[in-house]
């Protein structure tokens, strides 16, 4: 009598499932089964040393890795399943599942939809991003509201739109007088300063990626001194007051009721007016159906666009900046590897996707760029019922209802077991595009060897294309320009919304004369 009741309580009442659980939260009774057992990770460790605590706090949360660092720190040395993934159950909290087994991210990537019983997309690490840009978004929502969401707003960004011969030639044309434009500018600069010169590019590269968004895909006229000087700063304050938001702001206070006597304050508001000025901006294009406006079929009204649209104009600034960034990062520590792209892009004339396609070489190192530092460092998922995941090896995972789950692809990619010598032949933290001269659709592991750049399954990055097509004209247009070698030889990661080279892609360049 007493476990039917208990059960019913359990389905009916969220938090009375949280009750029934701290008995055998207490007793360390793990919530998972089936044949992959995670690994319990205590709250405190205090005798360990350990990089963190397992959870973000005000005094870790600008170091997001050594979190995901901490549940598996000394993992090497445990046995079978529990070696890459882990969880922590604080009695009368719902468990935290984290995971860098890249069958497990794969078949909890692949359940995740709208169907009931499906995996939703874990909303709590976004609630920051939710405030910043409302939560009509293809981010935020799940279930039925994100099909809706995903049908009206991602058409415009699928290949079949991007990949047609005007609309790429636009983007390649604008990039040309962007580069032109910072060419003028370095040959001043080496007129007075020497045959070579030592830049940042991260601000460069926001820049460009911004200005191809803004003018080329939803066709507006914003002058690049305007974005590069104004809207590129305004866009990094927004998305550096969300990072600090997710996790200070507990209460969710809108920023536009906090008072305006701090200084930070001040500035996240002004950020945030140039952000709505930006967003209006390409929203007004629309009714002369200019850029890919003219791709969108759809009588939805402007106002219920506006929070898609600013999720896709930060979205260029952080997850292209950072993939470019990283590539051209790689390629400076690679001086090989870099030549071996040049000599592919150097006669090149015509960035159109058919030969952008045959550059085989430039496509490795961009997925190796991919592999090694992937822009979006995890996927976050909640289970919405009792849920039983199978992996392709038959293996299978018991997961129960509420657990937050995080797919850790970044520890999972650089892990020795999945992608190291013994599977591709070369060393899982090296940046070795030759690797991916060996995977192809007829490898017998091909199917399982998955970077998880853009996310996997039905909630896929939708900017795929369009961010693959940015980043190749970049790229490869800088490489046929420019020689360039790292000034550091280390290249650790800063993470946020994504990660990025600490050192912003500090790198000594000249131009090329052959």
């Given at each position: ?100 087994d890249p069958g497990v991210i794969r078949a909890i990537s ?110 507006a006229q914003v002058p690049y001194d305007a974005i590069r ?286």
């Amino acid at each position: 009598m007493l476990r039917p009741l208990l059960r019913s309580l359990h389905d009916r009442i969220p938090g009375a499932r949280r009750v029934i659980r701290i008995p055998r939260q207490l007793l360390r009774i793990s919530p998972f089964a089936g044949d992959i057992q995670p690994a319990r990770v205590p709250l405190f460790a205090p005798t360990s040393d350990r990089p963190t605590l397992p959870f973000p706090h005000p005094w870790n949360y600008r170091n997001p890795l050594r979190i995901l660092e901490t549940y598996f720190w000394g993992a090497d040395t445990r046995d079978g399943s529990a070696k890459h993934s882990s969880y922590l159950d604080v009695p009368g909290l719902t468990p935290v599942l984290v995971t860098r087994d890249p069958g497990v991210i794969r078949a909890i990537s692949k359940d995740t939809g709208d169907q009931p019983g499906q995996f939703d997309r874990d909303t709590l690490p976004s609630k920051g991003i939710a405030r910043a840009t409302g939560k009509d978004t293809l981010l935020f929502t799940n279930g039925p509201a994100w099909k809706r969401q995903k049908k009206l707003s991602t058409p415009p960004f699928g290949r079949s739109s991007l990949f047609q011969p005007e609309m790429f030639h636009e983007f390649a044309e604008t990039f040309r007088h962007t580069v032109h434009h910072r060419l003028d500018a370095l040959h001043e600069h080496l007129k007075h300063h020497g045959p070579s010169a030592t830049v940042c590019l991260e601000p460069e590269i926001k820049a460009v990626m911004l200005e191809m968004l803004v003018n080329n895909f939803f066709g507006a006229q914003v002058p690049y001194d305007a974005i590069r000087n104004r809207f590129v700063p305004a866009l990094e304050r927004v998305i550096d007051y969300i990072v600090s938001d997710t996790v200070i702001n507990r209460v969710g206070i809108p920023l536009q009721w906090l008072p305006g006597f701090n200084k930070d304050i001040t500035k996240a508001k002004a950020a945030r007016a140039a952000f709505e000025e930006l967003t209006d901006t390409v929203i007004a294009t629309r009714k002369d159906g200019k850029g890919l406006w003219k791709q969108f079929k759809s009588d939805a009204p402007d106002e219920m666009l506006r929070s898609n649209i600013r999720v896709f104009l930060a979205g260029a600034l952080e997850a292209t900046t950072s993939y470019a960034g990283w590539a051209i990062s790689h390629l400076a520590r690679n001086p090989a590897a870099q030549e071996k792209v040049f000599a592919e892009v150097k006669d090149l004339q015509d960035y159109a996707p058919e030969n952008l396609d045959q550059a085989k070489y430039l496509g490795h190192a961009l997925d190796e760029t991919l592999r090694l530092t992937p822009s979006l460092y995890f996927f976050p998922r909640r289970a919405t019922a009792d849920t039983w995941v199978e992996l392709t090896d038959g293996k299978k995972l018991f997961i129960p209802q509420g657990t937050h789950i995080l797919l850790d692809v970044w520890h999972a990619n650089r892990h020795e077991d999945h992608w190291g010598v013994a599977v591709t032949g070369y060393p899982a933290t090296d940046f070795a595009p030759e690797r991916w001269e060996s995977i192809t659709p007829h490898t017998l592991r091909s199917k399982d060897l998955l970077h998880f750049g853009f996310g996997h399954g039905p909630r896929f990055c939708p900017g795929k294309s369009l961010g693959q097509m940015e980043v190749a004209l970049a790229v490869g247009a800088f490489v046929k320009l420019f020689r360039f070698k790292a000034v550091n030889a280390d290249n650790p990661p800063k993470a946020g919304v994504s990660t990025k080279p600490l050192d912003g892609t500090l790198v000594e360049l000249e131009l090329r004369t052959n």
